[in-house]
C-alpha cells in the first residue's frame, strides 16, 4: 500500500500542475527580454492606450488588474488602414492575455474605467522577440 501511494505521489509531481507562474495561457517559454510594470489611474469613464510595436514573431504578455471590475479593454491595431480588434473584455477586474500580431503595426492597450470612482490598474507586460514598448498615447 505504501508503495502504491508513493507511486501515486511522484506521478502527481511529475505531472506538475500550478507552477507557480504567473503566464498566461499560450505565453512564449523563456525569460521575456524586458518587462514593463507600470500604474496607471484613470479617471472615471476616461480610456488611456498604451502603443506595443511589433509583428508576427514577436509577443507581448499582458497583465492587468484593476481594483473593481469594471474594467473595459481590447488590443486593436490599424496594420491595414483600418481598425482591427485582436481581443477584448468588458467590466472585467483582471486580464492576463498573450498577443501575437497578426501583421507589423502598432498595436494598442486601450483600458477604460468603467467605474463610478477612479481607479489604479497595474500593468506588466513582458516583451518577446523584437516587441517594442512606446509609451503611452496622449
Same mark, same amino acid.
Given at each position: 500500500?505504501?508503495?502504491? !501511494? ?5 506521478m ?20 521575456p ?6 500604474s ?19 509577443r507581448?504578455v499582458?497583465?492587468?488588474t484593476?481594483p ?5 479593454w ?11 480588434t ?11 492575455y498573450t498577443l ?6 502598432? !498595436?494598442?492597450?486601450?483600458l ?10 497595474q ?6 522577440g523584437?516587441?517594442? !514598448?512606446?509609451?503611452w498615447q496622449?
Amino acid at each position: 500500500m505504501r508503495d502504491a !501511494w508513493m507511486l501515486c505521489a511522484s506521478m502527481l509531481v511529475a505531472c506538475g500542475g500550478d507552477d507557480g507562474s504567473t503566464l498566461p495561457d499560450g505565453a512564449p517559454p523563456g525569460t521575456p527580454r524586458e518587462v514593463i510594470t507600470e500604474s496607471k489611474q484613470l479617471l472615471v469613464g476616461e480610456i488611456a492606450e498604451a502603443i506595443l510595436v511589433g509583428g508576427p514573431d514577436d509577443r507581448a504578455v499582458i497583465s492587468v488588474t484593476a481594483p473593481a471590475a469594471k474594467l473595459d479593454w481590447n488590443i486593436h491595431g490599424h496594420a491595414s488602414g483600418e481598425t482591427t480588434t485582436v481581443e477584448e473584455g468588458f467590466d472585467v477586474m483582471s486580464v492576463h492575455y498573450t498577443l501575437t500580431p497578426p501583421a507589423p503595426a502598432d !498595436w494598442f492597450l486601450l483600458l477604460r474605467n468603467r467605474d463610478t470612482a477612479p481607479m489604479t490598474v497595474q500593468i506588466e507586460i513582458g516583451l518577446y522577440g523584437d516587441m517594442q !514598448w512606446s509609451g503611452w498615447q496622449l
